[in-house]
């Protein structure tokens, strides 16, 4: 009796199976049969339309022309009730959770717009020879913490340690760094300055350092040095008033010390920050000399000064990238290339102060100063690159005598940041000797009271060695093995927004049709 109950069920089961089957295979049959409807009928309107194309074009009259018919007949469509409706529905599901769902890639348009033909040699050697700065190509919108996050995001304590092995950093370069902020968290002055001579200055250049290594006032171990750092150098800026005397009025430390606020700014969003930052931008843009320049004092003379000018570069370039409100800013460093390439370049080398005519320390100034501002590929730029390949390199000597401003760790700044952004090959160079030079004449000082080591750098073989030697090669020497994670907030400024304007002399060179 079971037997044939189960034989029945069976007969029923696959009576309905084959009627589902059916089913599916008359809906997709009309399916086919609907979408061929169109396509036909679309064929046979290009047919007429050729043909008729054809006779007025050519002028040939066709004498007779046999209709062409069409009988479109109308096919008779069952119509599926609401039950067979659910079994298609649940069908499509069970194929739907098999079959895996693939997503076109989408490819963005200037990928998909490259050629071969547009590919040439040079192109590939110099994207072979190229860092690779495609994370702040778009840096002109950046007023945003979410956006200056991301500017900084190399400063982080996992972002240091993949731009160290990127860029050619390691352990040694990394302790020689941590070794010179506790040595200056150790010496901080009470106010957050360092020095006595020169403490708006040491201020600049100290929390420059510290911000360069992602540190800021919520810093666990540095916090508190970097906030005192900062509103130190608020209050003294908000407080000048153009007194003649004081330390703020000179160039050089207004410079300095807007370098750091911008940066600080940039880094931290505090509005207290911004105002001071401001101030000191507007004295630096209003100081410039009208053919672009700077010199002692923002004295508008004939007399102008690179070594002045590497400074306000940096300071106009941080406050840019920080989000300045104040748009005379790119003016004032579109003005600074023109100086550069115009009027301090010449016969290969920049000068200090006079045309072609400066020290190793002004190569790399002018260098620098021409690849913040997005010139790096000049003529000029590049010119300086070899002279320093070809002439100098990091050479500590201790029994060398040096005066005041001919110190070699000032030179070795601006050097190691141009030849960073001057490619591989020239960087991996200059970079396999810095890094130990540097590291290995790292003076050890006393130790912070929970055992950790500190360190501070003196000038090599200097004999003039002024009270605020020791700050001022500490942090010059700590800034320069910190180049591989903190560029990315200041350098590379778009191309576009670098070229936004062009000087009367570009005009002039169009005009007559020349490169």
């Known amino acids: 009796m079971s037997r044939m109950v189960s034989e029945e069920y069976d007969a029923v089961m696959d009576e309905a199976v084959m009627d589902l089957e059916s089913i599916l295979a008359d809906y997709r049959r009309r399916q086919r049969i609907e979408a061929l409807i169109g396509p036909i009928i679309s064929a046979l309107f290009h047919v007429v339309v050729l043909v008729s194309a054809y006779m007025i074009f050519t002028g040939k009259v066709v004498k007779e022309v046999r209709p062409l018919e069409a009988n479109v007949e109308e096919l008779e469509v069952k119509e599926l009730d609401e039950k067979e409706f659910e079994e298609l529905e649940d069908i499509e599901e069970i194929v739907e959770e098999v079959v895996p769902t693939v997503e076109k890639p989408e490819i963005p348009a200037e990928v998909a717009e490259v050629t071969t033909d547009d590919i040439n040699e040079e192109m590939l050697a110099a994207a072979e020879n190229e860092m690779d700065f495609s994370d702040v190509l778009n840096i002109k919108e950046s007023s945003t913490p979410l956006k200056m996050a991301a500017l900084f995001g190399s400063r982080s304590g996992s972002g240091r340690a993949d731009a160290r092995r990127k860029h050619g950093g390691d352990r040694m370069t990394e302790t020689s760094v941590l070794r010179a902020l506790r040595w200056l968290k150790m010496t901080q002055n009470p106010d957050g300055s360092w020095s006595k001579t020169q403490p708006e200055t040491m201020a600049g250049l100290g929390l420059l350092t510290f911000l360069a290594h992602g540190e800021t006032p919520g810093s666990e171990e540095f916090g508190l040095t970097v906030q005192k750092a900062i509103k130190y150098l608020s209050d003294k800026v908000t407080a000048y008033r153009g007194d003649p005397k004081a330390n703020l009025h000179r160039a050089y430390v207004n410079g300095i010390v807007t370098y750091a606020l911008s940066e600080a700014y940039g880094v931290t969003k505090l509005p207290y920050v911004k105002p001071p930052m401001e ?237």
């Open 279 to 515: 101030k000191g931008l507007a004295r630096v843009v209003q100081g410039q000399q009208p053919a672009g320049g700077y010199d002692y004092h923002y004295a508008k003379g004939s007399r102008w000064d690179l070594s002045v000018v590497g400074w306000q570069v940096q300071a106009l370039k941080a406050g840019f990238v920080a989000g300045t409100e104040n748009e005379a800013v790119l003016k004032a460093l579109k003005k600074a290339q023109s100086f550069l390439q115009e009027v301090n370049f010449k016969n290969g080398r920049f000068g200090y102060g006079t045309p072609g005519v400066g020290s190793a320390g002004m190569q790399g100034a002018g260098t620098l100063c021409l690849q913040l501002i997005g010139e790096g590929h000049s003529k000029e730029a590049r010119a300086g690159v070899k002279w320093i390949k070809d002439n100098d390199e990091v050479k500590w000597d201790r029994r060398a005598k040096y005066s005041a401003h001919s110190n070699p760790v000032y030179n070795w700044y601006y050097e190691t940041q141009a030849m960073f952004h001057a490619g591989k090959s020239n960087w991996n160079r200059w970079n396999k000797q810095m890094k130990r030079q540097l590291a290995s004449n790292q003076r050890v000082g006393k130790k912070t009271a929970d055992g950790k080591a500190t360190g501070y750098w003196e000038a090599p073989g200097r004999w003039d060695k002024p009270e605020y030697d020791k700050w001022y090669n500490t942090t010059l020497c700590a800034l320069s093995l910190q180049v591989y994670y903190r560029y990315l907030p200041t350098y590379k400024m778009p191309k576009k927004t670098a070229k936004a304007e062009k000087t009367i002399l570009d005009e002039i060179d169009i005009d007559i049709e020349m490169e």
